[in-house]
């Protein structure tokens, strides 16, 4: 029977097979703790149960951490990725259009920007500081996305 908490920090560098052992260790001591409660053990024992308790959820938080990352280099290659792996985000990231999905265009619109291009007008611009004259071009592009 162990005395101390499991620490997080410990857990990580081992195995598997320790995990799995250390696991079937405190459970079976939770499991005499809680017989020892039923028959009227002492309260010192009692506030063990709810250390154990969270020793087992500790090492099981271990274990599946360890698990997910060996089941990400597993579908690494792969096309499609379990559910449960993917980025959870919120709903409508998720569904919203991808980059590519955004970026396409209709063989309308191609058509009606390659014999419609956006055209450029010299506008004269007079800055009433100094009197100095500029051209800079300007677009319609206003008047198309309207």
């Given amino acids: 029977m162990s005395t101390a908490k499991v620490k997080a920090g410990s857990l990580w560098g081992k195995n598997k097979d320790d ?24 309260a010192s024992k009692l506030t063990r149960i709810h250390d154990l308790r969270k020793s087992i959820a500790r090492v099981l938080t271990v274990i599946n951490a360890n698990q997910r990352s060996q089941l990400r280099v597993f579908y690494r290659s792969k096309k499609y990725l379990p559910l449960d792996l993917r980025a959870k985000q919120t709903r409508a990231i998720r569904r919203r259009l991808t980059k590519g999905e955004k970026n396409e265009v209709t063989a309308k ?27 800079s071009f300007v677009g319609n592009a206003d008047l198309l996305q309207a």
Wanted: glycine share 6%.
């Fill in 109 to 135: 619109q191609k058509k009606r920007q390659t014999h419609f291009p956006q055209r450029r007008y010299a506008v004269k611009v007079e800055t009433i500081s100094d009197h100095m004259s500029q051209i």
């Fill in 19 to 42: 995990l799995k052992k250390q696991l079937v260790d405190l459970k079976l001591e939770l499991g005499q703790l809680r017989t020892q409660k039923v028959a009227g053990g002492a």
